[in-house]
T-cell receptor, first 115, second 114 residues
Framework: AQSVTQPDIHITVSEGASLELRCNYS??????LFWYVQSPGQGLQLLLK??????LVQGIKGFEAEFKRSQSSFNLRKPSVHWSDAAEYFC?????????????FGIGTKLQVIP | DGGITQSPKYLFRKEGQNVTLSCEQN?????MYWYRQDPGQGLRLIYY???????QKGDIAEGYSVSREKKESFPLTVTSAQKNPTAFYLC?????????????FGEGSRLTVL
């Protein structure tokens, strides 16, 4: 069965600083990998996804993520954080199971941005 | 604009009552899902449906029921058998089986049991 680990529950960064959110996954084959963002009391929005090809993936809002098969990681990065990036971030892994795309989410990392 | 509409946004229920959460999508997606979100636990899958008149249990289906009579609609009923129903519920949809699996989410419904 697939699983996702987000080791950091809370992260605080200063506005303008760089950001890296960690994500490790467990799955036997090449997975589909996602990062979603959630503002308080809202649904989730897709930031970026990886299926194959270039291991460095660009997403919306200036985010990028790098797939590293050897480390089973898919860390999310942003070079300069804005106050509006404060939210909760979820890493997810998807895999086909009986014709169904099963998506498993990590527990999330809550990002606080300080001035 | 295409999207997923969940209602109500907030719902209060007395213990022992069933409640139904609505989820409607106009994205023409075949697959629809219900997730439950609790602090520190991420999202857990309750039920999913790949086509009309068919649905499958997810990881935490006990105490919940669903129906899929129309492609656009996937309501979730939280029954009195659900022991701890207070949570944030998210409905999602995705492109057909074999697609990229990207999920599109509604804005959620927060259920509080009094």
């Amino acid at each position: 069965a697939q699983s996702v680990t987000q080791p950091d529950i809370h992260i605080t960064v200063s506005e303008g600083a760089s950001l890296e959110l960690r994500c490790n996954y467990s799955y036997g084959a090449t997975p589909y990998l996602f990062w979603y963002v959630q503002s308080p009391g809202q649904g989730l929005q897709l930031l970026l996804k990886y299926f194959s090809g270039d291991t460095l993936v660009q997403g919306i809002k200036g985010f990028e993520a790098e797939f590293k098969r050897s480390q089973s990681s898919f860390n999310l990065r942003k070079p300069s954080v804005h106050w509006s990036d404060a939210a909760e971030y979820f890493c997810a892994v998807g895999a086909l199971s009986g014709g169904y795309q099963k998506v498993t989410f990590g527990i999330g990392t809550k990002l606080q941005v300080i001035p | 604009d295409g999207g997923i509409t969940q209602s109500p946004k907030y719902l209060f229920r007395k213990e022992g009552q069933n409640v139904t959460l609505s989820c409607e999508q106009n994205l023409n997606h075949d697959a629809m899902y219900w997730y439950r979100q609790d602090p520190g636990q991420g999202l857990r899958l309750i039920y999913y449906s790949q086509i009309v008149n068919d649905f499958q249990k997810g990881d935490i289906a006990e105490g919940y029921s669903v129906s899929r009579e129309k492609k656009e609609s996937f309501p979730l009923t939280v029954t009195s058998a659900q022991k701890n129903p207070t949570a944030f519920y998210l409905c999602a949809s995705s492109t057909p089986t074999g697609g990229t699996g990207e999920l599109f989410f509604g804005e959620g419904s927060r259920l509080t049991v009094l």
